[in-house]
C-alpha cells in the first residue's frame, strides 16, 4: 500500500502569499497518477490537479502542481481568499487509491 | 451539466445493511470508471471502491473487502454499493466519484457527488 503523507498539516499565510504543499509517497510514484484536491466547508471536494502538474477544467493558473518520484508539491502562487480550505493528495497507480491525510491552509 | 447525486443514506445498527445509490447524468456514464470515497465529519478522505467501465474490473479497501459490493448499471447510469455488515467505523459521508478514465485506476477522480451519509449506530 502507497501512503501519502503531506506536510505542513496546517499552513497559516495571509491573502497575497504564496502557499507551498508537499506531499511525499512512501514509494516511488509515477508522476501520471498523482493529484490534487482542494474541500471547502460543507462541500465536495474537487479535483485541482491531476498528473502531478496538469489543471483540470476551469482552475486558476495560480494553482500548480510538480514533483516526481517520491515528492510532489502543490503551489499557489498569490492566494486569494477563497483558497483558504483543506488540500488533499491522491495516488491512483496502485490499488487502495490512497489519499493524504490532507492540509488545512488558513 | 455533469451531476452525480447519491441516494439511500440513512441510519442502520451495527451488523446491518444498507444500500447506497448514485444517479449520473451529464456525461457517458460507461465511458469512465467509478468510485466511492468516504470522509468521517471533520476527517480526512478514504477511498472504498471502484468498478471500471464495463464492471469487469472491481477493487475495493481492504477495510471493507468482503463486506461492501460495488456495481453499476450502465443502461441506467448508476452506481450503487451494497454495505453488508455495517461497523460503527463506517459511519461517514459517502461520496459518488467519477473518474477521467475507464481502468478502475491510473485516473484522477474529476466529478463529486455531494455525498450521503451513513449513520451506523444502535
Known amino acids: 500500500e502507497i501512503v501519502l503523507t503531506q506536510s505542513p498539516g496546517t499552513l497559516s499565510l495571509s491573502p497575497g502569499e504564496r502557499a507551498t504543499l508537499s506531499c511525499r509517497a512512501s514509494?516511488?510514484?509515477?508522476?501520471?497518477?498523482l493529484a490534487w484536491y482542494q474541500q471547502k466547508p460543507d462541500h465536495s471536494p474537487r479535483l485541482l490537479i491531476y498528473?502531478?502538474?496538469s489543471r483540470a477544467s476551469g482552475i486558476p493558473d495560480r494553482f500548480s502542481g510538480s514533483g516526481s518520484g517520491t515528492d510532489f508539491t502543490l503551489t499557489i502562487s498569490s492566494l486569494e481568499p477563497e483558497d483558504f480550505a483543506v488540500y488533499y493528495c491522491?495516488?491512483?497507480?496502485?490499488?487502495?487509491?490512497?489519499f493524504g491525510q490532507g492540509t488545512k491552509l488558513e | 451539466e455533469v451531476q452525480l447525486v447519491e441516494s439511500g443514506g440513512g441510519l442502520v445498527q451495527p451488523g446491518g445493511s444498507l444500500r447506497i445509490s448514485c444517479a449520473a447524468s451529464?456525461?457517458?456514464?460507461?465511458?469512465?470508471?467509478m468510485h466511492w470515497v468516504r470522509q468521517v465529519p471533520g476527517k480526512g478522505l478514504e477511498w472504498v471502491s471502484g468498478?471500471?467501465?464495463?464492471?469487469?474490473?472491481?477493487a475495493y479497501a481492504d477495510s471493507v473487502k468482503g463486506r461492501f459490493t460495488i456495481s453499476r448499471d450502465n443502461g441506467k447510469n448508476s452506481l450503487d454499493l451494497q454495505m453488508n455488515r455495517l461497523r460503527p467505523e463506517d459511519m461517514a459521508f459517502y461520496y459518488c466519484?467519477?473518474?477521467?478514465?475507464?481502468?478502475?485506476?491510473?485516473?484522477?477522480?474529476?466529478?463529486w457527488g455531494q455525498g450521503t451519509r451513513v449513520t451506523v449506530s444502535s
Open positions: 466519484v467519477k473518474a477521467k478514465g475507464i481502468a478502475v485506476g491510473l485516473s484522477a477522480f474529476d466529478i
Open positions: 451529464g456525461f457517458t456514464f460507461d465511458d469512465f470508471a
Open positions: 468498478i471500471n467501465w464495463n464492471g469487469e474490473r472491481i
Open positions: 514509494q516511488s510514484l509515477d508522476s501520471s497518477y
Open positions: 498528473g502531478a502538474s
Open positions: 491522491q495516488q491512483c497507480a496502485r490499488s487502495p487509491y490512497s
